[in-house]
Each structure stands twice: as structure tokens, then as C-alpha cells.
């Protein structure tokens, strides 16, 4: 069964940095490409960022892109996002996921705020 689990998020001021961390059980996890998504209240779910399977491919949101930085450890299961230079505006709920057999999947997510 995927599971993922998030942490890292909590509390951070305009300008200094968070690692949220996603580690992943159940399935191959270095065969599959790994994406970070956040929901703000109110707002639809977007993606933040996503990274390939071996590590080598990134992409990112517009809003986000010279401040975060998508990574994983294949040999831990392992998904980050560093976030530097954070704004208010991105005070969200962070989850990872991954699309398996057409199938998506996602964390309980965990809630960064950025205070303003």
C-alpha cells in the first residue's frame, strides 16, 4: 500500500528557509516521478514542483521557481522541498504525490505558514 508521510512545515518568516521532507513506503519508489503540491483555503490544489524518477529532471510553478528546490534520496525513499525566501502567499498545505497504475496518491499534507 503507498503511504507517504510529510513533515518539516510549521511556522517561518518572510526570508527564511523550511525542508519539508516526504518519505515514501509500499512501492517502488525510485521507479516513479514525485511531485509537490499545495492547497491554500479556499484555492484549488496546485503543483509546485516535480522531480523525475532518478533525480536528473525538475519542474517548477512560476511563483515558486529560484526559491524552492525539489530533491530526492532514492536510497531512503525520500522526497524534499527546500523553500527559501518564503512569502506569505505561500502558506499552504504541502503534500507530495505520485500517480502509480493511473492511479494518484497523496500525503495527509503538512501545513506551512509564512508569516506576513
Known amino acids: 500500500q503507498v503511504q507517504f508521510v510529510e513533515s518539516g512545515g510549521g511556522l517561518v518568516q518572510p526570508g527564511g528557509s523550511l525542508r519539508l521532507s516526504c518519505a515514501a513506503s509500499?512501492?517502488?519508489?525510485?521507479?516513479?516521478?514525485m511531485g509537490w503540491y499545495r492547497q491554500a483555503p479556499g484555492e484549488q490544489r496546485e503543483l509546485v514542483a516535480q522531480?523525475?524518477?532518478?533525480?536528473?529532471?525538475?519542474t517548477y510553478a512560476d511563483s515558486v521557481k529560484g526559491r524552492f528546490t525539489i530533491s530526492r534520496d532514492n536510497a531512503k525513499n525520500a522526497v524534499y522541498l527546500q523553500m527559501n525566501s518564503p512569502k506569505p502567499e505561500d502558506t499552504a498545505i504541502y503534500y507530495c504525490?505520485?500517480?502509480?497504475?493511473?492511479?494518484?496518491?497523496w500525503g495527509q499534507g503538512t501545513q506551512v505558514t509564512v508569516l506576513s
Open positions: 509500499g512501492y517502488t519508489f525510485s521507479t516513479y516521478v
Open positions: 504525490h505520485t500517480v502509480r497504475s493511473l492511479a494518484a496518491y
Open positions: 522531480i523525475s524518477s532518478d533525480g536528473t529532471a525538475t
